[in-house]
């Protein structure tokens, strides 16, 4: 399948529609995602246009692990997650719904359930004091 340029996350790093920024550097972008599956649910994209692993340059690759693992020291710290779970699905078997490269980054407990993979919408009003704790830890 062709990278369409019109998926959701192409448009944020457009700035065509919004997003609770936490962090950005000249290859990738990190904001909060709007159906966390725990408090603090953090997503970092790349730049390069990529709709998974397999696409992504190396260079672009090393940049968003980077960002990955910078962002989830700031999650772990700002909000005292005791456990911070990566994951990445490439491609729609493996649960993939947006289609540009990302990294989720989701804080979690001994014993409390994660919610479920992209359902239930969070206005910005509640990310964006959570955004504030993982940004003052970066
Ligand atoms: P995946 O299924 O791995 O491609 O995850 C896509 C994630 O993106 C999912 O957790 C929900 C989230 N998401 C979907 N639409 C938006 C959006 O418009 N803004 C933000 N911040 N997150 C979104």
Do not use: W
């Not at 192409?10 to 966390?36: H, Q």
């Not at 649910?41 to 990955?68: C, Q, R």
């Amino acid at each position: 399948m062709a990278y369409d340029p019109n998926n959701i996350f192409a448009k944020i790093l457009r700035g065509e529609i919004p997003c609770v920024k936490i962090y950005e550097d000249d290859k990738t972008l990190s904001f909060m995602d709007v159906m966390p599956q725990s408090e603090g649910h953090t997503l970092v994209i790349p730049k390069e246009a990529a709709e998974n692993i397999f696409e992504l340059s190396d260079d672009a690759a090393k940049a968003l692990m980077a960002t990955t693992r910078k962002i989830a020291k700031a999650v772990k710290k700002g909000l005292n997650a005791p456990g911070v779970m990566l994951t990445m699905l490439n491609g729609a078997p493996a649960g993939q719904s947006v289609f540009h490269a990302h990294f989720h980054i989701i804080p979690r407990s001994a014993g409390v359930d994660m919610g479920l993979h992209a359902r239930g919408m969070v206005p910005a009003s509640t990310l964006e004091p959570i955004a504030a704790k993982i940004r003052s830890a970066l």
